[in-house]
């Protein structure tokens, strides 16, 4: 009984002396060097982490220890922890050095599998913090956290002695970094096409003006028993009023469109020139005359149409295609513009022969923006 309680005293000796060797080659397994330290300042950059995003570079920082270094593999897995199996976090690995910072020498880069190797055939002691923007990477295609890790070698053979995330060759130093890949921010901010366009009998200067138009009728002539009348001693004058704001980037044309190009009354008729032509009193004459429009408060400046733009104080016209499928054109502005107002003038005079009679023309503003 004795001699048995003896060997199993020795088999627990030797039990526990294999178990505290294994406890103390387990920190050299897993770090692959007796010495190594940890990496400072270590993150890598991405120049975008939408998910999928192609052609990304990513901004590898770290600072090593006072050590001349060779070589560095960067293995970009699903967890941090050196040693252990790098399960892939699905990035597509880049291989264009773009540039260094805080190395002297020629730096180049190969890709396989998960894993970047970059090295020099002149090993080099840095300063302080270097830097490796490498390019060509593809982000993982769905949103997560990726952990790169980051082993430092004396030469580029040292560092092709990392073949997996368990077998990490004899670097000297080693960190993890992370950062995460996700889902595209979509930002969207509809603008929708503005027009507000009024035709008035009173003045109307703004947009919110034109809520208050009024009729645009207009009586020509000197009231005479509660109703207008024109004769041969002048030329008898009113206006009407328009206001134009939109947002339409190829800009908007004022065309003046009517059923007939005369004032009409039966049979007879007080007859209108197709060209600016100055009406004299007594001549029995009709016509429209196009101010210049006043400079908007923003945008592009309203301008007289071809037909109309020659005319000046006393010279009226009603131009032939008035009447025809879209009217003609009076004003136009090239572009966007806020708060356009202007004035239209009709004029008449009647002559000594003219009959009698209630004479009357209809027309609109048909006001066209091009988006």
């Keep these: 009984m004795n001699r048995l309680a003896v060997i199993?005293?020795?088999?627990?000796?030797?039990?526990?002396?294999?178990?505290?060797?294994?406890a103390?080659?387990?920190p050299a397994f897993i770090m692959g060097s007796a010495g190594a330290e940890q990496l400072e300042n270590r993150s890598v950059?991405?120049?975008?982490?939408?998910?999928?995003?192609a052609a990304v570079t990513y901004h590898i920082t770290f600072t090593p220890t006072a050590t001349e270094i060779g070589g560095v593999v960067v293995d970009f897995c699903t967890g941090p922890i050196p040693g252990t199996t790098c399960t892939s976090a699905g990035v597509v690995v880049g291989s264009t050095v773009a540039d260094t910072d805080g190395l002297s020498e020629t730096w180049t880069a190969a890709a396989s599998g998960t894993k970047l190797t970059l090295s020099t055939t002149t090993p080099e002691t840095p300063a302080g913090a270097i830097t490796f923007s490498v390019s060509g990477f593809t982000n993982p295609g769905t949103a997560q956290t990726v952990y790169p890790r980051i082993f430092t070698y004396a030469t580029a053979g040292a560092a092709a002695g990392y073949t997996s995330g368990t077998v990490t060759g004899t670097y000297i130093d080693n960190g993890s970094a992370a950062f995460a890949v996700?889902?595209?921010?979509?930002?969207?901010?509809?603008?929708?096409?503005?027009?507000?366009?009024?035709?008035?009998?009173?003045?109307?200067?703004?947009?919110?003006?034109?809520?208050?138009?009024?009729?645009?009728?207009?009586?020509?002539?000197?009231?005479?028993?509660?109703?207008?009348?024109?004769?041969?001693?002048?030329?008898?004058?009113?206006s009407i009023y328009y206001h134009l704001s939109t947002n339409a980037a190829n800009g908007t044309k004022i065309n003046l469109k009517g059923?007939?190009?005369n004032l009409v009354s039966g049979s007879a008729s007080i007859n209108s020139a197709s060209t600016p032509t100055e009406i004299a009193a007594g001549t029995a004459a009709f016509g429209v005359r196009v101010d210049t429009p006043a400079v908007p408060e923003e945008g592009a400046a309203l301008t007289r149409g071809a037909d109309v733009a020659g005319a000046v104080a006393d010279e009226y016209s009603v131009p032939s295609a008035v009447t025809g499928a879209y009217g003609a054109p009076l004003l136009q502005a090239a572009g966007p513009v806020l708060n356009a107002a202007g004035d239209i003038t009709f004029g008449?005079?009647?002559?000594?022969?003219?009959?009698a009679g209630i004479y009357t023309a209809k027309y609109s503003l048909i006001a066209t923006p091009s988006y």
């Excluded at 991405?46 to 995003?53: A, N, R, W």
């Excluded at 929708?192 to 009728?217: D, H, I, K, Q």
């Design 45 to 53: 950059e991405v120049s975008s982490s939408k998910v999928g995003e």
């Design 24 to 26: 103390m080659l387990l």
């Design 259 to 261: 059923t007939n190009l």
């Design 182 to 238: 996700v889902q595209e921010i979509d930002v969207t901010a509809i603008v929708r096409e503005t027009l507000t366009f009024c035709v008035s009998g009173t003045a109307v200067a703004t947009a919110a003006s034109c809520a208050s138009a009024t009729t645009p009728s207009v009586d020509l002539g000197d009231e005479q028993d509660n109703v207008h009348v024109i004769d041969a001693l002048d030329v008898h004058t009113a």
């Design 348 to 355: 008449a005079t009647a002559s000594p022969n003219t009959p």
């Design 8 to 22: 199993a005293k020795r088999y627990s000796y030797a039990a526990t002396a294999a178990l505290l060797t294994a």
